[in-house]
């Protein structure tokens, strides 16, 4: 593994010094490193002392962790069937993210005619987002009534009894994003 690390250091060095638009000499400037010295840490021959990699990683903003970790890909594809799917009646949910966000919930919904589907109210001070894509979108929180068409987008407590229905023909998407707000324990529990 440790064969590894002057190239991984080379790797991770060229590429955060060019997101950030650095020379090497700018990024060697930032190190208080001569440029010839961050040239051969690029280069992937380097054996360089935990100071000069402190230094490097400080110049960039990054834990040394990230600059002697093996490279990152700059993306992964996710197809379809490996997101989290699940029926609730006529409905289908999906999930638009294979990794989730802390305290955020993001859902695509698909309502077929006539179909609703209840929603459950969250923990208090939730707020939801509700976006139509396609068809026609009906809100019913409270007591009150949002009727979405395509691009339309309702904000509304998503701490609250609420369901969504398709009034319509075609099929109706949408996409939901639930803020949540912390559960807060009382001191001394």
């Known amino acids: 593994m440790h064969e590894a690390l002057p190239a991984n250091l080379a790797t991770n060095l060229r590429r955060l010094r060019q997101a950030r638009g650095l020379s090497q000499q700018q990024a060697a400037d930032l190190a208080g490193l001569p440029r010839p010295t961050w040239a051969t840490l690029e280069s992937g021959s380097a054996n360089p002392t935990i100071v000069v990699l402190l230094r490097a990683a400080a110049a960039l903003q990054v834990p040394v962790e990230e600059v002697i ?74 007591g009150e009534q949002f009727v979405l068409g395509p691009g339309d987008v309702v904000v509304f407590r998503g701490d609250q009894r609420h369901s969504y229905r398709n009034p319509a023909r075609p099929p109706a998407i949408g996409y939901s994003v639930v803020v949540l707000m912390p559960l807060t324990v009382p001191p001394g529990r």
Not at 95 to 107: A, F, H, N, S, W
Not at 116 to 123: I, K, Q, Y
């Open 69 to 142: 970790a093996a490279p990152r890909a700059t993306g992964r594809l996710y197809r379809v069937a490996e997101l989290r799917s699940r029926r609730r009646g006529l409905a289908v949910l999906r999930d638009l993210l294979p990794e989730k966000i802390p305290g955020v919930e993001l859902d695509r919904l698909e309502l077929p005619a006539s179909a609703s589907l209840t929603g459950v109210p969250h923990t208090p001070g939730t707020r939801e987002y509700l976006a139509c894509e396609h068809g026609t979108l009906q809100l019913t929180t409270e």
